[in-house]
């Protein structure tokens, strides 16, 4: 049981480092590759608080996971898996807090109706995406979805 619980604390710490290195690259405009087509799109205030409530979320659930690992560590007759306030703190509160927050945040309701997401992609007259060939492979449901 223990080792599924380290598992899960270095899957989730593996996702969080790709996420940040994500939205940083993304912030920054900073692609992996050099010659990669600057985004198309900024972080709107919907976005913002999607990505806030995102990450605030991981954290509870990183916060849970550490805890598991600390618990579990101890063992079944430990100090800690036996005193109720710890658990009620970093397990059930932890949860309670991210999913909450991904209630109040929902990505539903801030990015909007699936049409409204290629809406902002810049077109010409024609519906095309505008940009080289590059953008468009960049964007190759977008420019499908204009077209139709």
């Not at 899957?11 to 900073?30: P, Q």
Request: aromatic share 12%.
């Amino acid at each position: 049981m223990l080792a599924g619980i380290i598992f899960q604390l270095v899957a989730i710490s593996f996702y969080i480092l790709l996420g940040t290195e994500f939205i940083l690259r993304y912030v920054h405009d900073r692609p992996i590759h050099a010659w990669s087509t600057p985004t198309l799109y900024g972080l709107d205030k919907n976005m913002k608080q999607m990505l806030f409530a995102l990450a605030f979320s991981s954290l509870c659930i990183y916060t849970r996971s550490w805890y598991r690992t600390i618990e579990l560590a101890d063992g079944w007759n430990g100090t800690i898996i036996h005193t109720q306030r710890y658990f009620v703190i970093m397990d059930a509160m932890m949860i309670v807090f991210a999913m909450l927050i991904m209630n109040v945040f929902h990505p539903g309701r801030l990015l909007g109706p699936a049409p409204t997401w290629t809406s902002n992609i810049p077109t010409d007259s024609m519906g095309q995406v505008n940009g080289d060939k590059a953008s468009a492979e960049v964007w190759p449901l977008a420019e499908s979805a204009v077209s139709v």
